[in-house]
């Protein structure tokens, strides 16, 4: 009994302190929640202001031709996957490196052009004059049809390699890695599915060669399954055209559209809206398109092997999925997004931006829904997320 006493004595001695801390929860939640939805001051330089016009056809018409350059490759009707790099007018060394490398994979060129540049190499680095080692950045195997051995295997495993390899080694495209190091070397099929490349990555350190290879198996490109490669630009500056150097470029590769907008981060959108519309307009049949940003290496037999499971009557968008992420509303930071723009507690699931595969029945309902949908300048959440939410598509890890 004395015992129960003291528990309620001091149960009544604590009570006004519970009732004051459960108010003061009460006052900063609900300070907590003004304070969220209290638009923030955007930053000097986002564009997207509380009077900007986010009617996206303001920008993009569908029934209007607003090309500033026009590639000279053209679809032909039956290609399986079309790869679209976003771009900037002054990032034509990222650029050149696509097509020398994973551009190679799409476009399936003649093997004898990239045997001669290895042949080059072989002979010897310093004999390179500079224009030959900016368009060498990495050669391997399966670019290759026949591929002209430079290293046996034997050389290898002298230099601390592996003997019978399975070598492979990704390279980022932004310099990080010395690409004229990298040789080619013969390799043997796995199965009939998947095929192993040896490649032996060689290395100055310290003035000493040593080798750093890697052990994977990779899938086998398909060549039965068709293939183009596009880069999307945009003008320098709303005074622009198209500059001499982008036309130069276009007469050697024709590969590059240049739409009527300003190619800013913040355009993002806009790029990646122009390039459904290209797709749409000028590849209707296409199976797949996949969307690629330019420092982004993509392994295309892989896509392929990915791609050839799937029912190309269903809808598809598919990529590295993010789900229940909360909007950023920093002013500071890149993915700043103010409430003015969205007002919801998490973004739809998207897929990142850095690459991802649209399905080509859905491109057309992808505009469509963007037509009379508020833009919003976070490209991936927008077109993966929002719209894809719109016409009931949902998108796929």
Same mark, same amino acid.
């Given at each position: 009994?004395? /015992?129960?006493?003291?528990?309620?004595?001091?149960?009544?001695?604590?009570?006004?302190?519970?009732?004051?801390? @459960?108010?003061?929860? !009460?006052?900063?939640? =609900?300070?907590?929640?003004?304070?969220?939805? @209290?638009?923030?001051?955007?930053?000097?330089?986002?564009?997207?202001?509380?009077?900007?016009?986010?009617?996206?056809?303001?920008?993009? #018409?569908?029934?209007?031709?607003?090309?500033?350059?026009?590639?000279?490759?053209?679809?032909?009707?039956?290609?399986?996957?079309?790869?679209?790099?976003?771009?900037?007018?002054?990032?034509?060394?990222?650029?050149?490196? !696509?097509?020398?490398?994973?551009?190679?994979? %799409?476009?399936?060129?003649?093997?004898?052009?990239?045997?001669? *540049?290895?042949?080059?190499?072989?002979?010897?680095?310093?004999?390179?004059?500079?224009?030959?080692?900016?368009?060498?950045?990495?050669?391997?195997?399966?670019? +290759?049809?026949?591929?002209?051995?430079?290293?046996?295997?034997?050389?290898? #495993?002298?230099?601390?390699?592996?003997?019978?390899? =399975?070598?492979?080694?990704?390279?980022?495209?932004?310099?990080?890695?010395?690409?004229?190091?990298?040789?080619? !070397?013969?390799? *043997?099929?796995?199965?009939?599915?998947? *095929?192993?490349?040896?490649?032996?990555? @060689?290395?100055?350190?310290?003035?000493?060669?040593?080798?750093?290879?890697?052990?994977?198996?990779?899938?086998?490109?398909?060549?039965?399954?068709?293939? *183009?490669?596009? /880069? !999307?630009?945009?003008?320098?500056?709303?005074?622009?055209?198209?500059?001499?150097?982008?036309?130069?470029?276009?007469?050697?590769?024709?590969? &590059?559209?240049?739409?009527?907008?300003?190619?800013? $981060?913040?355009?993002?959108? +806009?790029?990646?809206?122009?390039?459904?519309?290209? &797709?749409?307009?000028?590849?209707?049949?296409?199976?797949? @398109?996949?969307?690629?940003?330019?420092?982004? /290496?993509?392994?295309?037999?892989?896509?392929?092997?990915?791609?050839?499971?799937?029912?190309?009557?269903?809808? +598809?968008?598919?990529?590295?999925?993010?789900?229940?992420?909360?909007?950023?509303?920093?002013?500071?930071?890149?993915?700043?997004?103010?409430?003015?723009? $969205?007002?919801?507690?998490?973004?739809?699931?998207?897929?990142?931006?850095?690459?991802?595969?649209?399905?080509?029945?859905?491109?057309?309902?992808?505009?469509?829904?963007?037509?009379?949908?508020?833009?919003?300048?976070?490209?991936?959440?927008?077109?993966?997320? %929002?719209?894809?939410? =719109?016409?009931?598509?949902?998108?796929?890890?």
């Amino acid at each position: 009994m004395a /015992f129960r006493k003291a528990m309620l004595g001091r149960l009544r001695s604590s009570r006004p302190l519970l009732l004051v801390a @459960v108010v003061v929860c !009460i006052i900063l939640y =609900m300070a907590g929640h003004r304070l969220s939805s @209290v638009s923030i001051e955007p930053p000097s330089f986002f564009p997207w202001t509380t009077t900007s016009d986010r009617n996206v056809s303001a920008y993009v #018409s569908t029934a209007k031709q607003t090309l500033l350059l026009t590639p000279r490759e053209r679809c032909s009707g039956d290609e399986f996957l079309v790869v679209v790099v976003p771009s900037s007018p002054g990032n034509s060394q990222r650029r050149k490196a !696509i097509r020398n490398t994973y551009g190679q994979w %799409i476009r399936q060129v003649d093997s004898a052009t990239t045997t001669r *540049k290895l042949m080059q190499l072989s002979d010897g680095w310093n004999t390179l004059n500079n224009e030959d080692e900016e368009s060498i950045y990495v050669v391997r195997k399966d670019y +290759l049809d026949h591929p002209s051995p430079l290293l046996t295997n034997s050389e290898v #495993s002298a230099a601390g390699g592996v003997s019978q390899g =399975m070598t492979r080694e990704l390279f980022s495209l932004d310099g990080e890695h010395d690409m004229k190091d990298n040789l080619p !070397i013969s390799a *043997k099929s796995a199965s009939d599915e998947t *095929k192993t490349a040896t490649t032996a990555s @060689v290395h100055r350190t310290r003035g000493r060669l040593g080798p750093r290879v890697q052990l994977s198996t990779f899938a086998e490109l398909n060549r039965t399954l068709k293939g *183009k490669l596009f /880069f !999307i630009l945009g003008r320098e500056n709303s005074e622009s055209g198209v500059s001499a150097s982008l036309m130069n470029e276009q007469e050697v590769y024709g590969d &590059i559209i240049v739409e009527d907008f300003v190619d800013t $981060y913040q355009n993002l959108t +806009l790029k990646s809206l122009f390039m459904i519309k290209y &797709i749409t307009n000028h590849c209707p049949d296409v199976k797949y @398109v996949a969307k690629v940003d330019d420092d982004v /290496f993509l392994h295309v037999p892989n896509l392929q092997r990915t791609l050839t499971t799937k029912d190309t009557s269903e809808k +598809l968008i598919l990529g590295c999925l993010f789900c229940y992420v909360r909007p950023i509303l920093n002013p500071t930071s890149k993915w700043f997004s103010p409430r003015y723009m $969205y007002q919801g507690d998490h973004y739809p699931n998207y897929v990142s931006g850095t690459s991802y595969v649209l399905s080509g029945n859905v491109l057309t309902p992808l505009l469509a829904a963007a037509m009379h949908t508020p833009l919003f300048h976070l490209e991936d959440v927008f077109i993966t997320g %929002i719209l894809a939410r =719109m016409i009931g598509v949902k998108p796929r890890d």
